[in-house]
Structure formats: structure tokens, C-alpha cells
């Protein structure tokens, strides 16, 4: 612990102060798991996981003058969260958790030693611990050593710790991606063996993991745990299915390949070095409709007409039933439906209609399009990608010179519903609707008229329907 007392002198006084606390009441505290692991590595951030072989109902007891506040919203589990200044804590109570084969959800026993509780974790880079106000350090699984030679290796058999609570497999690929770990051979053996349990956890645990691991910082390596395990075909099953179709524009790899190589493309353009999760999804995604859109055309082709479209429902339905947020799904399936739209327009010089109609289409997700569609771009052509580069950069020269022109992501129709109901001297119904859209389309087509030539047009169209 020499080398790491820097950072645990961070950490100190509110550690030792709570630890002083329960030591007076005659019980036990420890800092333990990722925040002992974190110390060590380097990256202590404002949230501390405690240990305590107090019961909830009484952690709360000891903690409810010192703390600033207090949740227990994890208490059915042991949990009881703590805020004090800046800090987060979650004080748990000693435990071991199991699954009953046939329930979703974790039967919680509470432990009465240390050692037992570090013994239920999943890893053994997570089953250290620091006693508190003392600071003994506590390892006895060998978690300094694995962290030293970035392996990922459970504190019992794996086939044990994995049956107890089978997310914990998810989280070793969620840890290869974060910390770029490798996962022990017999860990790796038992993740193969017992995939299919992984069934039994609840889609919301799942997603966690999943989204962990794909905002971490090296996803392709949790990504492939997970196809080479056998795992992705229960949590994300598009994924291995791209391992065998090989795309037309890229023979030399196929989709699975492409799709991490334009995931790895995407996470390069990020910014501030934060993660985007909507962005690296899409990218992992964009490909996912070309399995089911595979046709052999003559001449050896192969084509995957409207792929986007059928990718963007199948996105939408895998995120919806991993319970991903409303927003998050649409957004990501937005972005797959849009990423082949860039080379709809082929080689010649876009129209200002079909710039604007891009951008428009786009909305908020226009960056990320860009990002998108550049990171799409795996050919080992350099001229190739050159030029597309170079396309593109124009088109973004297109969008930022007509953006100076018109508040292109707000593109309206020059009169609204109670202009068009005036002028055609209607009420409220379909026709407005259908109206609205002739007015947007031209504003598109044409840029600004004006309201006295949208008014002519509006007048022409509406006689036309009537004929």
C-alpha cells in the first residue's frame, strides 16, 4: 500500500472520521472492492464503497447526524448511500448473494466477517479491502498481484462465483473494456461453459454492463470476450451474427470486423476525451440490418439493399428490450438510419435542397452523423479514402456556408397551421397537416420565398387538390 498512499491520503479524513464513528458503536468498517482497487490504481473519484458487519437498520442509526444525507434506495440489497460534503459512500452489510437458478433476481444473506464477504466478490482485483480508521490491508486472494499483471481472476472457482450471480461474467468483459485486463483461462473456460445462464439475469442489469463496457476504453476487447464466449449470442445477438457476412465494400473484412474498426474510427473523434455513448453505439450498430438484407446478385455481387432502414428497427428493438432510455434508442436508431445517406447522393455536387434536407433529417444528431459517416470509411484504399474525405469535407463547407444563410436544424414552412387555415379558409384537420408538409418541402426545395409567394403556392397546391 506504500506506493498508493498519495491517494488514500485523499480519501483519509473522511474515511477515518466514519470509521471512528463506527468503531465507537462497537463495529467494523472498511473501505473495499473498486474503490480499493482505484486507490491503487490511481483513480480514486468521489464515490467510496464501505463495508461493515452492522446490520442497514443500524448503519443508518450511526450514520443519520453525521451525514448530510441519506438514501435507502438499495436497502432490501444491505446498501445504505451516504452523502458528506462531496463525498458518496454506499455502506453495505457483510453479504453473500446467489441466484436461485430459476429467479431474476439475487437472494441476499448477510455475512458476519470480512474475509467471508471479500470471498463473494467477483474478482479478486475487487476482494481487497482497507480496515478502517487503522488502515490494515486486507488482500487475501491475491488481488495486488492480479492487478499488476492486469488479470481478471475470481476469488473461488469461477464456475462457483459465476453461478452465484452469472452478471459477474458481463462484468469481466465490462472490466477487460475499462481497465484492459486479460480474464484468467479458467474464468475464460467457465464463461463459455455457462453462457446460457446469463438468461436468468434482468434485462436493466444487463444493459448496465453492456453500456459500461461499450463506453469503456477499450471496447473491442469486451466486445470480443463476449462474441468468443458465447455470451453476445443471449445479450446482443446481432453481434456475431455479423461474423460471417462479408461486405461487398470491404472484402478483405468482414461486417463484425468493420463494425469494431468503425467503433474504434468513432471513439477517435470523440471530444474531451468523454466517452459518447450515442455515437459508439451507433457505430457498433450501423451494420446490424445486412444479415437480413443479403441478396447474391449476378457476377458474384452481393448487395444489402436498404440495410439502414432494417437495421435502424432492429437497433430500435434490441435497445427497447435491454431498457435503454426512450431518447437513447431513438437516437441510435436515428443515426443507423441515416449513415448511408451521405453516399445516396453520390459523386456530384450536392443541391442546396439536398444539403438542407440532410441537415434537416439530421437535427440535434448532426455531429454525430458526421463523426458517423467519416468513421465509416474502413477502406485500405488510401485514395480511396482520401477522396472520400475530401467529399465530405466539402459537404461540411456546404452545410456551414448555407448555415450562415438560414438557420438551417430549424428549417420551418414560412406560414404555420393558423396562417395556412386563414389563407385556405379551413379549420383544423388533415388537410392543414398535408399542407404544413407541401410548405416544409418547398421551403427545402427552394429556400426562402417570402410569405406572399409561399401564399401563391400554398393557393396553386390547394386548387390542385381540389381537381
Not at 78 to 101: A, C, F, H, M, Q
Not at 312 to 339: G, I, N, S
Not at 431 to 452: S, T
Request: overall charge negative.
Amino acid at each position: 500500500m506504500s506506493d498508493s498512499n498519495q491517494h488514500f491520503h485523499k480519501i483519509a479524513p473522511v474515511a477515518d472520521e466514519l470509521g471512528e464513528l463506527f468503531a465507537a458503536r462497537g463495529h467494523e468498517l472498511a473501505l473495499v472492492g473498486g474503490s480499493v482497487r482505484d486507490i491503487l490504481l490511481g483513480r480514486i473519484g468521489n464515490d467510496l464503497d464501505l463495508t461493515t458487519e452492522a446490520r442497514p437498520e443500524r448503519v443508518l442509526e450511526i450514520v443519520k447526524d453525521w451525514a448530510d444525507s441519506v438514501w435507502t434506495i438499495g436497502i432490501d440489497f444491505g446498501t445504505v448511500g451516504v452523502r458528506k460534503g462531496n463525498w458518496l459512500l454506499e455502506i453495505t452489510t457483510y453479504r453473500s448473494e446467489s441466484y436461485d437458478p430459476k429467479s431474476r433476481k439475487p437472494e441476499v444473506v448477510y455475512g458476519e466477517t470480512l474475509e467471508a464477504d471479500l470471498e463473494r466478490r467477483d474478482f479478486a482485483i475487487n476482494a481487497m479491502a482497507v480496515r478502517l480508521p487503522d488502515h490494515e490491508f486486507v488482500d487475501p486472494y491475491g488481488g495486488v498481484s492480479d492487478l499488476t499483471a492486469k488479470l481478471l481472476r475470481t476469488p473461488g472457482t469461477p464456475e462457483q462465483s459465476f453461478d452465484d450471480d452469472p452478471l459477474r461474467m458481463l462484468r469481466a468483459a465490462r472490466f477487460a473494456s475499462q481497465l484492459g485486463f486479460t480474464v484468467a483461462p479458467e474464468a475464460l473456460r467457465a464463461m463459455t461453459e455457462m453462457a446460457e445462464r446469463i438468461e436468468i439475469v434482468s434485462a436493466e442489469r444487463i444493459r448496465e454492463e453492456l453500456d459500461k463496457l461499450v463506453c469503456g476504453a477499450y471496447p473491442r476487447e469486451g466486445l470480443g470476450l463476449l462474441v468468443e464466449t458465447g455470451l453476445a449470442a443471449h445479450v446482443l445477438p446481432e453481434l456475431p451474427m455479423l461474423r460471417l457476412e462479408i461486405d461487398e465494400h470491404h472484402r478483405h473484412k468482414d461486417v463484425y470486423e468493420h463494425s469494431l474498426t468503425v467503433l474504434d474510427q468513432a471513439i477517435a473523434q470523440e471530444e474531451d476525451g468523454k466517452p459518447d455513448r450515442i455515437l459508439r453505439w451507433a457505430a457498433l450498430l450501423h451494420d446490424v440490418g445486412k444479415p437480413k438484407t443479403r441478396r447474391h446478385e449476378a457476377g458474384g455481387r452481393v448487395s444489402f439493399h436498404h440495410h439502414e432502414l432494417v437495421g435502424a428497427q432492429m437497433t430500435k428493438k434490441r435497445m427497447t428490450e435491454l431498457r435503454f432510455p426512450k431518447d437513447v434508442v431513438a437516437d441510435v436508431a436515428r443515426l443507423v438510419e441515416l449513415h448511408l445517406r451521405f453516399h445516396g447522393y453520390g459523386s456530384g455536387e450536392w443541391t442546396d435542397s439536398a444539403v438542407r434536407r440532410y441537415v434537416r433529417d439530421a437535427g440535434h444528431l448532426l455531429d454525430r452523423l458526421h463523426k458517423l459517416t467519416r468513421a465509416d470509411c474502413t477502406t485500405r484504399n488510401k485514395r480511396k479514402a482520401a477522396h472520400l474525405s475530401r467529399t465530405y469535407d466539402q459537404l461540411e463547407e456546404r452545410i456551414a456556408r448555407l448555415a450562415d444563410e438560414e438557420e438551417l436544424a430549424k428549417i420551418r414552412p414560412e406560414l404555420d397551421g393558423n396562417e395556412i387555415q386563414r389563407v385556405l379558409g379551413i379549420g383544423p384537420g388533415p388537410m392543414v397537416g398535408k399542407a404544413y408538409k407541401f410548405l416544409l418541402d418547398l421551403r427545402l426545395d427552394q429556400g426562402v420565398l417570402g410569405k406572399d409567394a409561399a401564399t401563391e403556392a400554398l393557393l396553386t397546391w390547394a386548387a390542385e387538390q381540389k381537381g
